[in-house]
Every structure is written in structure tokens, then in C-alpha cells.
């Protein structure tokens, strides 16, 4: 532990402070985590804990949600501008454009969304149980935004529902191409491929398991494979490793980055500890409309 990481502990224990942290975040914010997690592992965990004050290392989606889940409790976000450009893709027009077109469709909105369009939704959902949302939701047809990859992905394995899709995307994992995994294929023949549903179809097709984040760490945890390509974001391939040195985990041909998940340094949730920023508020009627989306949400596996 470096001196750094030790300044935080006892400043979280001063503050009654709990640190979030996401499987994408470098390393060193990584290893500071009171919990670690994917984003609906982190959104039950921001919705149960009991301290006064939630710094959250991920992105803004991610604290906001933890705020909407959490009212009473102080959020900070380390790091103003570490957004997710997908949850920016979808404005509130659109989504209200789609649902006049679309009467009788219910919206199910990826949690990777701003609050404004999770409170015109009926749920939200994660990559951890978006099948398992729009399989029990009471309807047949789906607004589903704003990853089209998800979308498509969750039609795949739903097929009794009609998905219309909206066309955001992830820059990182749409970046991912078939031939890349073809070519990893070549060199690690007996690697298993394990890729987030925010991949494309065609990335997908080749995978034996699509998983959330999280999914991924108990796969890999059970399987008796000893190599993996991973389909995702480089933080998680970080965590990978360090928990299972005895297995090997390969990214899709090169690393695949998140600039905005990198943006946090430990340094920055000291500051943020330390001088209590930057933190998340959120017009209370607002809040209130995406409460109930994302309650809606907790309730599926
Ligand atoms: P998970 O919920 O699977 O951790 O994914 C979050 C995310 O932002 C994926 O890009
Ligand atoms: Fe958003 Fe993609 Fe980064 Fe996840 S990896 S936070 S979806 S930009």
C-alpha cells in the first residue's frame, strides 16, 4: 500500500466514506476500492450502504446513479469529465419521438444513460440482467436505447419480443472487429473468447460466453480454461490478472481503452475526499421519475 492509498483510508474513516470503484479504473484506484464491481454490482451496493458519503470512481452515469439509489447520502465524482460518450448519444425529444411512434412499447433504458432519459423510462437495466428485464417486462415490443449493440444482442436471445433499437454505441467496444478475434484465434487456439454485449454482432457471433464485468470475473474464476481473449475494456483484463496469475487473459488484438474511465488518478480521489468534489446533484423531480426506473431495475438478476 502506498502512502497515498493510506491517506485515503483514514480519510474515508474520518468521513464515514465509502469508495465505488469500477472494473475499468487503473489500477491504483482499483486497489484503493472498498468495493469493486460492475455497474449493477455498484449500483445495489451504493443503494445498501450506510455511510454518509459515496465517492464513486467510474463515470458520471455511474455516481448519479448511485445518487438517484442514494439521496440522502453525499456523491462525489472524482473527475468532472469522465462521461460516457454513448450516454450523451440519446436526447429527451427522441426518446419521446419513439415512444409517440411507438404506443404500446415500453423503454428499457441501458443504466449508460443520462438521468433525463432514464426518467422518461419504464426500467433501466444493466449488461449484467438487460435479458433478463426485457423477458419479464409486461410487454412485447421494447424501446430499447441507448446501445444498439445491446439491443440487438438481448433481441438475439429474446426472440419472442420485438427490440426497437436505438443507434448509440460504444466507442471502445464497437471499435472491436471479427477479424481481430479470428486472428487471436490463429495464435491462442485452445483460448476461450469472453466479450461484453457492447460488442457487435458480428464480434459476438464468435464468442462462447457474453458477459457484464462482472460475469466475466466468475467465468473465469470456474472455468478450467487456462486462456482467455477478452473481449472488453483493458481494466478488467488488469483485474483478471492479478487475481488469477495462473491463467493467462489476451486483449482483442490490441488493448482497448477507455479515456474516460483512465481519467481518475489516485490522486484525484484523495482531492475529491479531501475537499468533498465534485458532487452530484440532480433536480429532485427528476430523480425522482429515474428512481423509479432504477428500482425497477434492482429487482432483476
Ligand atoms: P458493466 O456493467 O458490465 O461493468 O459495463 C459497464 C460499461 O460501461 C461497459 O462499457
Ligand atoms: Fe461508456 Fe464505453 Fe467507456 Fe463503458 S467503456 S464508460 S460504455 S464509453
Redesign the pocket.
Known amino acids: 500500500m502506498t502512502d497515498l492509498h493510506q491517506e485515503i483510508k483514514e480519510l474515508k474513516e474520518a468521513k464515514n466514506a465509502v469508495l465505488l470503484v469500477?472494473?475499468?479504473q487503473v489500477e491504483e484506484v482499483q486497489l484503493a476500492a472498498d468495493y469493486l464491481?460492475?455497474?449493477?454490482?455498484l449500483s445495489r451496493t451504493a443503494a445498501k450502504v450506510k455511510h454518509d458519503m459515496i465517492v464513486f470512481a467510474?463515470?458520471k452515469f455511474?455516481a448519479e446513479t448511485a445518487k438517484i439509489l442514494s439521496p440522502g447520502k453525499k456523491v462525489l465524482l472524482p473527475r468532472l469529465d469522465a462521461g460516457?460518450p454513448?450516454a450523451d448519444m440519446i436526447v429527451v425529444d427522441e426518446l419521446i419521438e419513439l415512444k409517440e411512434k411507438h404506443k404500446n412499447a415500453k423503454v428499457v433504458t441501458y443504466?449508460?444513460s443520462s438521468v433525463e432519459i432514464k426518467a422518461e423510462s419504464d426500467v433501466c437495466c444493466?449488461?449484467?440482467n438487460a435479458i433478463s428485464v426485457v423477458k419479464n417486462i409486461d410487454a412485447d415490443e421494447i424501446i430499447f436505447v441507448p446501445d444498439q449493440n445491446l439491443g440487438m444482442y438481448v433481441q438475439k436471445m429474446v426472440p419472442e419480443k420485438k427490440i426497437i433499437p436505438y443507434e448509440g454505441y460504444?466507442y471502445?467496444?464497437n471499435r472491436i472487429k471479427r477479424e481481430e478475434i479470428q486472428e487471436m484465434k490463429k495464435h491462442y487456439p485452445e483460448a476461450k473468447v469472453v466479450v461484453?454485449p457492447?460488442t457487435r454482432m458480428e464480434v459476438i457471433e464468435l464468442a462462447d460466453e457474453v458477459?457484464?464485468?462482472?460475469?466475466?470475473l466468475t467465468y473465469v474464476a470456474r472455468s478450467d480454461a487456462k486462456e482467455f481473449i477478452v473481449g472488453?475494456?483493458q481494466g478488467?483484463l488488469e483485474r483478471m490478472k492479478r487475481e488469477h496469475p495462473d491463467k493467462e487473459f489476451y486483449p482483442a488484438f490490441r488493448p482497448k481503452i477507455?479515456s474516460n474511465?483512465k481519467r481518475t488518478s489516485l490522486r484525484d480521489v484523495y482531492d475529491s475526499l479531501k475537499e468533498e468534489k465534485y458532487e452530484i446533484e440532480i433536480d429532485p423531480e427528476i430523480a425522482r421519475r429515474a428512481n423509479k426506473a432504477l428500482e425497477g431495475m434492482l429487482k432483476y438478476v
Open positions: 469500477h472494473n475499468y464491481g460492475d455497474s449493477l454490482d467510474g463515470v455511474m460516457c454513448m443504466v449508460n444493466t449488461s449484467a460504444c471502445v467496444h461484453h457492447e458477459l457484464s464485468t462482472n460475469g466475466m472488453t475494456e478488467l477507455c474511465m
